[in-house]
């Protein structure tokens, strides 16, 4: 393969990593590996009422935590962040846009932690991150979902725990003035949805703030429940250390931690406490809770006096959240009625998302292998499958030379040796035929001098022992001097000048394949930023 063959060769393969990694990658599980739940069974039934086929789609995302001065400890405004915040923002709003969007979900629901240090953020930094929440989630005012109905949770990272609302009102102000209420309930089909704030459940009770979510959970439970409920909470309920929460967990599981300050209040908590876990169970009745948080996916059971009750936590969407397999979830929810108690009212799949860590490394390792296979390529032009054969051809020279070398001890049988003294005296043994063959008749005819050397023996005497050699070569025919011939002649180049001409043409090829390449990374990049 020539050296243009390979530069070729390494665009095409650059390219088509690109168009994978930054657009196909996105469209696979739309297309191949998720799909609504309630399609997986079409004509089931449940409680005698035949399934229609009728739900209401609803998308589950939580955790973009978008990234800002709190998260890296990276300077604010570094070039350092910016970076990290525009891939990661790509991420999710490629992943919105290419795997969520396709699907056509009827209601979009948040399950919190939309910003990372929103409690800690100015008023003009939580506005520049809302703003680009929604950006990445299609949320402005011109979107063309907006036929799309949209439902948020709070989460620790948008208003903190009670060491926080509780003594700065602002950061909870600012979030139901964007964002809505904290505690509140919608129906989906024939659903009802609660949506609870878990970050206040563990609180001081007598604080106004604080008891909001257990009076909202009160009045919830002395209504007639017509519908199967879901429980929306973005810290999960109690579960036991070591709790295992199924397959589809990737990080090992964090057992229950709750910080306080020394006075009491709440600093941070992974998961609602065991009395907080049993009184929402008791009072709501739901026949499934969805939850965020973890970062990780979890499906764990709960036991309450109403039956078993499954709890799916929800992975992040975002891949620098400590989870390099991201993920949302599908749930579909009945437009028929069924009983109270039938969790058969909703079915979920889990979906994921592109591993873009590993899609990093594959650029990585292509980058690497480009410039080991141009730096060490061979510069000549004659193909290797040429290289190849010629030396074959060297392998059948010498093997033909070793043959002919085993044939002329063979016939050492048939000549006779003469004894011959030179002129101080010492006796040489000769060999000669014992009849003239054709050979030596050639031979002396070919170069008469030669064969009058032989005659003469004070000429036997001057002859050196590299005439020997030359000798017997032409006698056994002209195999090691074509073999020497065709020998590569020896580089008259020094070593400095081969390193610098093989330096610049390896900057000019990989200039030529980042010409072709980097326009196409620049396209893809921002295909799913601009506004569409």
């Given amino acids: 393969m020539k050296q243009r063959e390979l530069t070729g060769l390494l665009c095409v393969i650059?390219?088509?990593?690109?168009?994978?990694?930054?657009?196909?990658?996105?469209w696979l599980p739309s297309l191949w590996s998720c799909s609504w739940p309630h399609l997986h069974r079409p004509n089931s039934t449940v409680d005698?009422?035949?399934?229609?086929?009728?739900?209401?789609?609803?998308a589950?995302?939580?955790?973009?935590?978008?990234?800002?001065k709190t998260s890296l400890n990276l300077a604010p405004k570094s070039l350092a962040l910016e970076m990290a915040q525009f891939y990661t923002d790509l991420?999710?709003?490629?992943?919105?846009?290419?795997?969520?969007?396709?699907?056509?979900p009827d209601?979009?629901?948040?399950?919190?932690?939309?910003?990372?240090?929103?409690?800690?953020?100015?008023?003009e930094e939580w506005q520049e991150s809302l703003n680009r929440f929604k950006h990445i989630f299609y949320l402005e005012t011109q979107g063309k979902h907006r036929d799309i109905k949209v439902y948020f949770l709070p989460g620790n990272h948008d208003i903190g725990y009670e060491s926080v609302h509780i003594h700065n009102t602002r950061v909870v102000n600012r979030y139901e003035h964007e964002f809505g209420k904290r505690n509140y309930r919608f129906t989906a089909g024939k659903v009802e949805f609660i949506a609870v704030d878990a970050q206040t459940l563990d609180a001081h009770h007598q604080e106004n703030q604080a008891s909001s979510s257990l009076e909202f959970v009160k009045n919830v439970s002395m209504d007639v429940q017509s519908y199967p409920r879901v429980l929306l909470t973005h810290i999960p309920l109690y579960r036991r250390d070591w709790t295992y929460c199924g397959p589809n967990r990737n990080s090992p599981v964090i057992?229950?931690?709750?910080?306080?300050?020394?006075?009491?209040?709440?600093?941070?908590?992974?998961?609602?406490?065991?009395?907080?876990?049993?009184?929402?169970?008791?009072?709501l009745k739901p026949v499934l809770i969805l939850s965020g948080h973890?970062?990780?996916?979890?499906?764990?059971?709960?036991?309450?006096?109403?039956g078993p009750v499954m709890e799916h936590t929800v992975g992040t969407i975002s891949w620098q959240q400590g989870n390099l397999y991201p993920s949302f979830m599908l749930l579909s929810a009945s437009n028929i009625v069924l009983s109270n108690t039938s969790s058969a009212a909703v079915s979920t799949q889990l979906c994921y998302l592109p591993m873009q860590t590993f899609i990093y490394i594959w650029y990585l390792v292509l980058f690497i292998f480009t410039l080991l296979a141009l730096l060490l390529w061979p510069t000549s032009s004659v193909s290797c499958w040429?290289?190849?054969?010629?030396?074959?051809?060297?392998?059948?020279?010498?093997l033909s030379g070793l043959l002919s070398a085993t044939k002329e001890k063979n016939e050492d049988l048939d000549c006779e040796y003469e004894m011959i003294w030179d002129a101080e005296g010492s006796m040489h043994l000769v060999k000669k035929p014992s009849n003239t063959s054709p050979s030596v008749k050639r031979l002396t005819e070919m170069n008469p001098e030669r064969g009058s050397a032989v005659i003469r023996p004070t000429a036997r005497k001057n002859i050196s022992p590299e005439s020997d050699i030359s000798l017997s070569v032409d006698n056994n025919g002209d195999i090691g001097l074509d073999y020497m011939t065709k020998l590569p002649p020896r580089g008259t180049r020094s070593w400095r000048k081969i390193v610098i001409q093989r330096l610049l043409r390896t900057f000019l090829m990989l200039s030529i394949i980042a010409a072709v390449n980097v326009t196409l990374y620049m396209i893809l990049l921002f295909k799913d930023w601009i506004d569409q």
């Avoid at 650059?14 to 996105?26: K, N």
């Avoid at 589950?60 to 800002?68: A, G, Y």
């Avoid at 991420?91 to 056509?104: D, E, G, Q, T, V």
Wanted: contains cysteine; proline residues 3%.
């Fill in 294 to 306: 973890d970062h990780d996916q979890c499906t764990l059971t709960h036991k309450s006096t109403s």
């Fill in 60 to 68: 589950v995302i939580t955790d973009p935590q978008l990234m800002d």
């Fill in 91 to 104: 991420y999710m709003r490629r992943a919105f846009l290419s795997s969520i969007m396709p699907l056509k």
């Fill in 48 to 58: 005698g009422a035949r399934y229609p086929g009728d739900y209401v789609k609803i």
């Fill in 107 to 123: 209601v979009i629901l948040y399950l919190g932690d939309y910003f990372d240090g929103g409690p800690y953020l100015s008023d």
């Fill in 255 to 283: 057992n229950q931690r709750i910080l306080r300050t020394t006075d009491g209040e709440i600093r941070y908590q992974n998961y609602v406490s065991e009395e907080s876990s049993d009184f929402l169970l008791e009072l």
């Fill in 14 to 26: 650059w390219a088509a990593s690109l168009l994978y990694g930054e657009m196909v990658a996105y």
């Fill in 386 to 398: 040429h290289h190849l054969s010629d030396l074959a051809g060297y392998g059948k020279q010498m």
